[in-house]
């Protein structure tokens, strides 16, 4: 098992950026895909990116598309979500989650195949 742990999420004005980490508890972090969701109050989860194990795969919901940028660290167990012209739509509690896949270039989008999460971080984008 591993425990994913957000970090770098705070308040930051609208065009402003930031810099989420997601951190695995073991050294075998690197054999997971891994996913970024968020939650606003009131709404549903939602998709925001995904990168397999290698880092070779991505992928971005549509409302983030541009803007941010997933990659990871492997030596240092770590993904980031580098998140850029942030809108204050974008403010919510951000998640990691992760999922064993070691050898396969498989990512998920949806928030049921991942097995593993972190208690989040927020985010507040003020205008």
């Known amino acids: 098992q591993v425990q994913p742990v957000e970090s770098g999420g705070g308040l930051v004005l609208a065009g402003g950026s930031l810099t989420l980490s997601c951190t695995g508890s073991r050294r075998t972090f690197n054999n997971y895909a891994v996913g970024w969701f968020r939650q606003a109050p009131g709404k549903e989860r939602e998709f925001v990116s995904a990168?397999?194990?290698?880092?070779?795969?991505?992928y971005y919901g549509d409302s983030v598309m541009g803007r941010f940028t997933t990659s990871r660290d492997n030596a240092e167990n770590t993904v980031h979500l580098q998140m850029n012209s942030l809108k204050p739509e974008d403010t919510a509690v951000y998640y990691c989650?992760?999922?064993?896949?070691?050898?396969?270039?498989?990512?998920?989008?949806?928030?049921?195949?991942?097995?593993?999460w972190g208690r989040g971080t927020q985010v507040t984008v003020s205008s």
């Open positions: 989650a992760a999922k064993y896949t070691l050898g396969s270039s498989i990512y998920y989008v949806t928030a049921r195949e991942y097995d593993y």
């Open positions: 990168i397999n194990w290698s880092g070779g795969s991505r």
